[in-house]
């Protein structure tokens, strides 16, 4: 009897490929398979799309977070990632003791600006610092010397990790905008330099189901606050006028993943087309809620600027020239 041979595997697949000297011109979710990553944040710069990602290290047998370093990678069409290793880890924050959380890197007057999450030594719970490098694949270090945003500003949270997942704006006017949190979803102008809050801290009272993971861009004078509602997590959004609000709430664009109780994600728009990249459990064994995986698939607007819901695929995107 004949039995026919089973496919061959994604990563082989593409490793034979790059053999021959031939590409694929489409990617595959997830797009990085030799290690976990999640908490993915993506910056447009000089034509490449540089990917920052949290390294998840939990062992199989293990349920909790385990993130010490951050890893960099790149792309010019979407589809082909280049590895940068890893250009900053927890630890290179002198003040801090580890936990490599959700992060953003934004240019800045030619340089580039980590804002990081990254558990205290001194302050309990978790805070936010900022590492400054010449080069988007770093090596970052601490610009400031000491934490941005710790737990011990936002009092009227009594947990110790809802000062988590930075993202920055900044807008046509160059001001810089910080938003972040847990339960609270909080906001802040920051100074010229990007190293200081500049004027209080406020909250988004207008989130009654926010949980983490901010991502604030703007499209067509519209401002976009997109975030993560519930758990297991869905990703949500709201709109304004004002990168300061007030915000209306829509609906939801990306599901549960169904193996992978956190939804974070990041929205870029590079060669004319809008992308949503988050992560999820797929790659098995041992992928899930600790161990996670960077996706990317394309990101609709409708003609009225509202967002379609996000369709997560295991193909991924095409490649963008």
């Not at 039995?3 to 697949?13: D, E, I, N």
């Not at 920051?190 to 499209?219: C, N, Q, S, Y």
Request: contains cysteine; proline residues 6%; glycine residues 8%.
């Amino acid at each position: 009897m004949f039995t026919p041979r089973p496919l061959l595997p994604v990563r082989f697949a593409f490793t034979l490929l790059a053999l021959l000297g031939l590409s694929s011109t489409r990617a595959a979710n997830p797009i990085i398979t030799d290690v976990h990553t999640a908490d993915p944040a993506a910056l447009v710069h000089g034509g490449r799309v540089y990917l920052y990602a949290g390294q998840d290290e939990a062992p199989d047998n293990k349920s909790d977070y385990r993130m010490n370093r951050w890893l960099c990678y790149s792309s010019d069409d979407m589809v082909s990632w280049t590895p940068h290793g890893s250009p900053l880890a927890a630890t290179d924050f002198k003040w801090a003791k580890g936990s490599a959380w959700a992060s953003q890197v934004v240019e800045h007057q030619g340089k580039f600006y980590f804002f990081a999450t990254v558990e205290h030594a001194t302050v309990k719970g978790m805070s936010i610092g900022v590492a400054v490098s010449d080069s988007p694949t770093g090596p970052f270090v601490d610009a400031r010397g000491s934490a941005l945003v710790t737990n011990d500003m936002t009092t009227d949270v009594k947990i110790w990790w809802d000062d988590i997942d930075p993202t920055v704006f900044i807008d046509d006017d160059s001001q810089a905008y910080l938003y972040w949190g847990n339960t609270k979803c909080r906001w802040a102008k920051l100074t010229p330099d990007l190293l200081h809050l500049d004027g209080p801290i406020h909250t988004v009272e207008e989130f009654k189901r926010f949980t983490e993971a901010p991502w604030l861009h703007k499209r067509k004078g519209i401002y976009y606050l997109t975030y993560s509602t519930d758990f297991p997590e869905k990703t949500t959004y709201a709109t304004s006028d004002s990168p300061t609000g007030p915000w209306k709430l829509h609906g939801i664009i990306n599901e549960i993943a169904g193996n992978c109780n956190t939804n974070h994600h990041a929205i870029i728009t590079f060669k004319g087309r809008d992308y949503f990249i988050y992560h999820n459990g797929a790659i098995q064994p041992h992928g899930g809620s600790y161990r996670r995986s960077v996706c990317i698939d394309y990101l609709h607007y409708n003609p009225d600027g509202s967002i379609q819901r996000v369709v997560m695929t295991s193909e991924g995107v095409s490649a963008v020239r």
